[in-house]
């Protein structure tokens, strides 16, 4: 006897992740384990008027990583990538009271009061990506200037972040979450072999990089119960986003955690895109085997369509 469908969900894959390889496991998943959901795997690509059509019949969620283009259109409830700057991510995380470094706005014409910032200032652009343009400055050095890297050109603003001195290599975690629920959870650590940064000030000519995700990092599987928890607790601070990658650091004269990024524009789906490939042959991990991330997803995915209602 065939199984009435209650419900739809729509996955549509980002093209330069490979996520259609890894929504057609989660295909094969739900078809097996949740009867009740008609799934679709959609490219964002031209409005689709019959798939509208029939999903209006039934309570439908939307999925992208991405803020979607041609698509945006479409029945029921649809949970896409955030368009907001960093600094904006930072203000609303400072808002739900989670930990993130003290920060101002730097941009043309407008420098702010750093009285309360420390001797050096982490310099990053408020579009950035990829660490593209993070630097370490001189508070007294501080100043306007354009980014250098393609990665970073539309930034016209400046973040200015308290420097969080995480140990003699720059470490960080990155905490990735669907729905605020872990899918992996790495930490990241520069390469070893450059020269280390003794302390909190111990920086050449005031300037250098404090960057963990650089040329010769390393990534292995974190495990830490505090840190994912704080990663999942972040995605609190965006409930329309359904993925964000935390970045974290951990003070290491005090312990203290901070959330140093969200990542909330959604393009952290690592599994196979051509950077987590590449990320997981170097350093000889898995990110699915971590959690069974594809196959959790799959089920974060059900729960989250079974919520819906029709509107």
Not at 24 to 35: G, L, M, S, T, V
Not at 54 to 77: A, D, E, N, Y
Not at 80 to 97: A, F, H, I, N, P
Not at 194 to 210: H, M, Q, R, T, V
Request: glycine share 6%; net charge positive.
């Amino acid at each position: 006897m065939m199984s009435v469908k209650k419900y739809n969900l729509v996955l549509v894959p980002h093209t330069k992740s490979n996520q259609r390889q890894d929504f057609e496991k989660i295909a094969i998943y739900i078809e097996k384990n949740a009867p009740d959901i008609q799934l679709f795997i959609v490219e964002d690509i031209e409005e689709n008027k019959v798939i509208d059509k029939f999903l209006r019949k039934k309570p439908t969620l939307v999925f992208s990583i991405f803020r979607l283009k041609h698509l945006k259109q479409l029945s029921g409830t649809i949970y896409e990538g955030s368009t907001v700057s960093k600094y904006e991510e930072l203000l609303m995380m400072e808002r739900m009271d989670l930990p993130v470094p003290r920060m101002a706005l730097l941009s043309v014409g407008n420098k702010p009061d750093l009285g309360d910032f420390g001797d050096y200032i982490v310099m990053k652009p408020a579009r950035g990506r990829q660490g593209a343009d993070v630097k370490i400055v001189k508070k007294t050095k501080v100043k306007w200037k354009r980014p250098k890297t393609e990665a970073a050109s539309r930034s016209h603003q400046w973040i200015l972040q308290e420097f969080i001195y995480t140990g003699e290599w720059p470490t960080s975690y990155r905490v990735t979450t669907l729905f605020g629920k872990v899918l992996f959870s790495l930490k990241i650590e520069a390469d070893r072999n450059k020269i280390p940064l003794k302390s909190k000030e111990a920086f050449k000519n005031g300037g250098g990089s404090i960057v963990s995700s650089g040329k010769g990092c390393s990534f292995s599987l974190d495990y830490n119960e505090e840190i994912i928890a704080l990663g999942e607790k972040a995605h609190t601070a965006f409930p329309s986003v359904p993925l964000i990658g935390c970045d974290i650091v951990r003070d290491i004269e005090d312990g203290e955690l901070y959330i140093v990024e969200a990542n909330s524009m959604g393009l952290v789906w690592h599994f196979n895109s051509p950077i987590g490939i590449s990320s997981q042959k170097h350093s000889n991990i898995s990110f699915e085997s971590q959690f069974d991330g594809i196959n959790k997803a799959a089920q974060i995915l059900i729960q989250k369509t079974r919520s819906l209602t029709l509107s």
